[in-house]
C-alpha cells in the first residue's frame, strides 16, 4: 500500500481521537478503497470497530436510486436503519472521492433537496459524535482540479500529511489578532474592499478536527455589519455547477447588488432561499500554504494560503459570541478573495497581512 | 447497465418481498458496484431504504482489519454499531464478488473464528429477517472457475436470471419424493453407496428465497442412520483450501475412516470439531441445470443439475421432523458427487434417478 495512503488513515484516526472500543463509521464510495482498508487496519491497531458503509451524497448508486424514486413519487423519509447506525456510532470518518463529480447531474434539483431533508436527523446525530471529512484522491477529481491523477494525488498528500502542531502554532498567531478584535476590513485590487464587525464573535483554530485538510482561521461577522463591495476571484463550484466573478454590495449587511459572469440566475436562486442567504455567516482566512492552487474542491479551497473566504448564509453556532445574532439560513455557501496581490486584511485599524505575507512573519512590509 | 444486471436485481427484489417503506441492507464489495448501483434502483421504485455496507467476511479491508487487530491481541466483541444496523433492518441482499479469492488466506485462523463468533449474534439476528445471498460475476470468481470473465458472467446469469416458477414446479415432483420417504441410497460408480434414513424429516424445496441462484432440493438424514461409503467427486474449496478426493465411510451414522488425495489433514480438523461434525446434516439433490459446472462456489456447486450432496455437519431446523434428532456441529460443510453417470438414486427401494435422468423426465430408464 501507498505509504500515503496509511500516514493519512493514522492522520484521520489521530483527528477523530480513535480508541479501544469505538463505533467507527467510515463512509466511503469504492474510488477510496485504499484509504478505507487503511482505515480498517488502524481500527485493528486500536481495537476500535470499523463499518464500511457507502455515502448517500454521491455515486452511481445514489443516482440510480433518486431518480427511481423521484419517478415513483416517493415522500422521502428519515432511513431508520441508517439513523440506528449513527445514532450506535461514536465516530465517523466522511471520505471524499468521486468516479464522476457530475454524477448527481441529472437528478430533479426538488428530488435532491427532498432527500436531503428527510436525513437531516441523520446529520444532526453525526455532527453531535466526533467526524472528520476528508479527501482520497481519484482520478475524477484530479480530472475537475485540471491536473494529472498523480500529481493531484502529490497535492493531496501535501495538503494532509503534514505536521499539524506546527501548522496550529501558526494559525494562533491570527487566532490571537482576531478573537479579541472587533473591525476586519478586507481589500483586495480595485474591486474589493468590505468591512464587517466581529466584536464579541469567536475565532476558531481549524487544523486537524473536522476537516482533513484544514487550514483555516474562521469567525462570524455580526449579520447587519457588513458594508462594501467585494468581488470573488475564484469560481464558485455548487451541485455541478460553476458561477464565476461573482461580485456582490453589501449595504447594512445584507447584499442589495450581485452579479456574475456565469450563472447569474443561479447565484440568484442562492440567495433569494431565504433572507439568511442574503447575509455573510462566516469570515475565513485560509492558512494552509501547501494548499497552493484552487482544485474546485471547498475542502482544500477555502484553506488555500494568502486567500480569504466569506459565506453567504448560515453561521456556526460556535462562532457566535453570547448575546450576538446568529445567521440562520438554509445555505452556506463559501467564496474566495485572492489575497496574494495588490491586498491587505486591517483589523481594528492596523494592517495584518499585506499581498499574502502576515505582519508575524518575516518579509511583512505594513 | 448491462440489462441482466437490472434483471438480477429485480429477481433479488423478488426474492426478498422487498416493499415500501422497508429498511432494505445491500452488503458488498466495491466489485458489485453494478449490482449494488441496480438495487439501490430498484429500492427507489419501490420506495425501500438502501443502505449499501462492506461485507465483513472479504476483501481487503477486512483483511487488513483482522491482521492488525491480531498483532494487537484484541479481544473481538460484537460490535453494537452493526448490530443495531442489523436489528432496525428489514432485509438484506448479501451480494458475494471478489477482487481476489484468496484475499483472507494470510489472516490467522484463530484470528478469523474469534472474529466470527464475535459476530454470531448478528448473523443470528439477520438470519431472523428477510434475506437473500447472491453472486455478481467478478474477474476473479471467474479466475476461480477457470473461466474467461464474459463466459463466467454468462453463467452466472444463466443460472440466475430464469423463469423461477418453472424451476419450483420441476424441483416439487422430486420433493414429492422425498418428503414422504423413508430410504435413501446414493450409488455412483464403484466407490459411492451409502444408505440413510431420511424418514419423518422434512424436504425443502429451495428456489430463489435465500440463494440466488436455489435449485435444489435438501433433507436432513438420521443422525445416526447412514451406513456406506462416498466418494466425492467434485473438490471442496473452503477458506482457500482445496481438499481433493474426499473419500469418507460411514457406520452408525458416523465417519470412521476418511482419505482425501489433497489436504487430508485439514479435511481431519473439519472432522475433528465436535462429534457433530463426523455425522451428516444435510442431504441435498441438486435441479438447476443451467448450473452445468463446478465453479469452486457452493452458492452453485450445491445446485448443479445431476449431482447431490451431503453435507457433514450441523442439520437445518427446518428439516427436522417432530421428534427427530437435529445433528448439532460448528460445521456444515457440503461436499458433493458426480451423478451423471453410472449412477442411481433409490427411494424407499425404487430407483427415482438414473444417469441425471429422474423418474418424471423423458427418457428415464429405471
Redesign the interface.
Known amino acids: 500500500m501507498d505509504l500515503r495512503v496509511r500516514e493519512h488513515a493514522r492522520l484521520v484516526a489521530d483527528a477523530l481521537d480513535l480508541s479501544a472500543?469505538d463505533?467507527?463509521?467510515i463512509k466511503a464510495e469504492?474510488q477510496a478503497?485504499d484509504l478505507?482498508?487503511?482505515?480498517?487496519?488502524?481500527?485493528?491497531?486500536?481495537?476500535a470497530?470499523?463499518?464500511?458503509?457507502?455515502t448517500n451524497r454521491s455515486g452511481?448508486?445514489?443516482r440510480?436510486?433518486?431518480?427511481?424514486?423521484?419517478?415513483?413519487g416517493?415522500e422521502f423519509?428519515t432511513?431508520?436503519?441508517?439513523?440506528?447506525?449513527t445514532?450506535?456510532?461514536d465516530c465517523h470518518a466522511i471520505v471524499r472521492s468521486h468516479s464522476n463529480v457530475t454524477e448527481l447531474g441529472d437528478v430533479a434539483p426538488e428530488t435532491n433537496a427532498a432527500y436531503e431533508e428527510a436525513h437531516g436527523p441523520i446529520l444532526e446525530e453525526r455532527l453531535g459524535d466526533r467526524w472528520t471529512l476528508t479527501q482520497h484522491p481519484s482520478p475524477a477529481d484530479a480530472q475537475l482540479a485540471e491536473m494529472s491523477t498523480e500529481a493531484y494525488a502529490e497535492f493531496v498528500y501535501r495538503a494532509v500529511n503534514k505536521d499539524w502542531d506546527a501548522q496550529r502554532e501558526f494559525q494562533a498567531e491570527m487566532v490571537e489578532i482576531l478573537d479579541p478584535a472587533s473591525e476586519v476590513r478586507i481589500v483586495s485590487g480595485e474591486m474589493t474592499d468590505v468591512s464587517m464587525s466581529i466584536a464579541g464573535n469567536h475565532t476558531i483554530n481549524d487544523t486537524n478536527v473536522h476537516n482533513l485538510p484544514g487550514g483555516e482561521v474562521f469567525t462570524a461577522p455580526l449579520p447587519e455589519s457588513v458594508e462594501g463591495e467585494v468581488l470573488f476571484d475564484k469560481p464558485v463550484y455548487r451541485r455541478g455547477k460553476e458561477v464565476t466573478d461573482v461580485r456582490l454590495v453589501f449595504e447594512d449587511g445584507e447584499v442589495i447588488e450581485y452579479e456574475a459572469s456565469k450563472n447569474e440566475a443561479f447565484l440568484g436562486t442562492i440567495l433569494d432561499t431565504d433572507p439568511g442567504a442574503r447575509r455573510l455567516g462566516e469570515l475565513g482566512i485560509g492558512m494552509n500554504r501547501d494548499v497552493d492552487r484552487f482544485t474546485y474542491n471547498m475542502l482544500f479551497d477555502e484553506k488555500m494560503g494568502d486567500t480569504v473566504h466569506m459565506a453567504v448564509g448560515r453561521a456556526y453556532e460556535d462562532n457566535v459570541g453570547e448575546g450576538n445574532e446568529q445567521n440562520r439560513s438554509a445555505q452556506h455557501v463559501d467564496m474566495i478573495v485572492d489575497m496574494a496581490e495588490d491586498s491587505f486584511i486591517e483589523v481594528d485599524g492596523e494592517i495584518v497581512q499585506r499581498d499574502g505575507t502576515f505582519v508575524f512573519e518575516d518579509g511583512f512590509e505594513g
Chains 1, 2 share one sequence.
Open positions: 472500543g463505533q467507527f463509521v469504492p478503497d478505507l482498508t487503511a482505515l480498517y487496519e488502524v481500527a485493528g491497531e486500536r481495537d470497530h470499523p463499518l464500511g458503509v457507502r452511481r448508486a445514489i440510480a436510486y433518486l431518480r427511481a424514486a423521484g419517478k415513483s416517493v423519509e432511513p431508520g436503519h441508517a439513523l440506528a447506525l445514532e450506535a456510532a
